[in-house]
């Protein structure tokens, strides 16, 4: 009775009442993380503010007002804001084909007045929200029916397939990845997953003829064999190699890294940013940020065990898992491990669309967090 009496009072939380359960440790390691990349991109510019660390604090700054937002809302409101949400994304995606802006080779911005708008960022939250809504009405057994799976297939290879025509691949790859993550916690069965694997598996070779682009099978090329254009396509990983490497144990000081200073790095401000803290602070300080990476993706998991609701449950769990995607693929790119396809590292890179996403998606992993002692009939919608 007392359980259910907490519970009940949890519902109606007030402001301040909310504010006093935002978890600020899991605040204090976003922000730490942010200033990393506020250092990185002072560095990599010169030791100066301009263009970018300055402009990044800005958009960290609206970004943490915009998770605190966020976070306060209830996440039923969120409940009844998801369809609408994976909607607006789709639309944005579908007018970036219309009339978005190509750069470096690929239209995937789009202008809303005087912002510039990716709008494949947005739909990796709203995939997960969208996601979360529709398997939280689903038992375990319903996951696995036909229908019911071939509705949330859909639902991950409409954007999918909008998001690779850009192209880009790496999105591709983590609104994939986002999606297929949540139905095996849904309860997937694996007499789907397995086959599915080994369809995926013999369809690679078909996907490489007639699917990836040219530039594409370079980068693949490339990564087999970076020496064989260590000039051309192979420079990027070459140079990211070098940075790496010659940042040892310990780095070579603030400010003191020349691979990205001295313009051997391209796209050293975002896809690459993660190869300056190797080459400045070395294995010392690639291990203190993947530590604080990795204490924010065990709050996320523990902030998904705590929600009583399946639909905070697999919010959370796809919040955080979104998170641990962009430093998984990110950090292999940049160490050769895989092609490179354009990911960003999520609070580091410089980039609005991608701060904001990550710091909404922080926002509703701390939404959850506040209201985790909601209970959602997982039949009745819970809409308010």
Request: glycine share 10%; proline share 4%.
């Amino acid at each position: 009775m007392a359980v259910r009496a907490y519970a009940a009072a949890k519902r109606t939380l007030s402001f301040a009442d909310k504010l006093l359960e935002v978890n600020w440790a899991l605040l204090l390691l976003i922000t730490l993380c942010a200033c990393a990349g506020f250092a990185a991109l002072y560095s990599v510019a010169g030791g100066a503010f301009h263009p970018w660390a300055l402009s990044q604090i800005v958009k960290f700054l609206v970004g943490f007002v915009v998770l605190l937002v966020v976070a306060v809302i209830d996440i039923r409101v969120w409940m009844s804001l998801a369809y609408p949400a994976y909607g607006l994304a789709m639309l944005l995606l579908v007018a970036v084909d219309v009339a978005g802006h190509v750069g470096l080779g690929a239209q995937r911005w789009i202008m809303v007045g005087p912002i510039e708008l990716q709008p494949s960022e947005l739909m990796k939250i709203s995939l997960v929200l969208a996601l979360a809504r529709y398997l939280h009405g689903k038992s375990v057994e319903e996951v696995s029916r036909p229908v019911p799976l071939a509705i949330a297939l859909g639902m991950i290879a409409l954007p999918a397939i909008f998001v690779v025509l850009q192209p880009n691949l790496g999105t591709t790859l983590i609104i994939v990845a986002d999606g297929v993550s949540l139905l095996f916690m849904a309860g997937l069965s694996w007499w789907w997953i397995a086959p599915t694997a080994g369809a995926v598996a013999a369809a690679v070779p078909v996907a490489w003829e007639y699917v990836l682009h040219d530039y594409q099978k370079a980068r693949v090329e490339t990564f087999l064999d970076p020496a064989s254009d260590a000039l051309g396509a192979g420079w990027n990983i070459t140079q990211a190699k070098i940075a790496i490497g010659s940042g040892g144990v310990t780095g070579k000081g603030f400010l003191q890294g020349t691979q990205s200073r001295l313009n051997f790095l391209p796209e050293k401000q975002t896809d690459f940013i993660l190869t300056s803290v190797c080459e400045e602070f070395g294995f010392v300080g690639a291990l203190a940020l993947l530590i604080l990476f990795g204490t924010i993706i065990v709050y996320g998991i523990q902030t998904a065990m705590s929600a009583r609701s399946q639909f905070g449950r697999l919010l959370a769990m796809g919040v955080t898992l979104n998170f641990f995607f962009y430093i998984m693929i990110n950090g292999a790119m940049v160490m050769g491990l895989i092609p490179v396809v354009g990911i960003p590292m999520p609070l580091l890179s410089y980039g609005g669309s991608a701060m904001m996403t990550v710091m909404f998606g922080f926002g509703l992993l701390m939404s959850v967090h506040i209201h985790r002692q909601v209970e959602i009939p997982r039949h009745s919608g819970g809409i308010i």
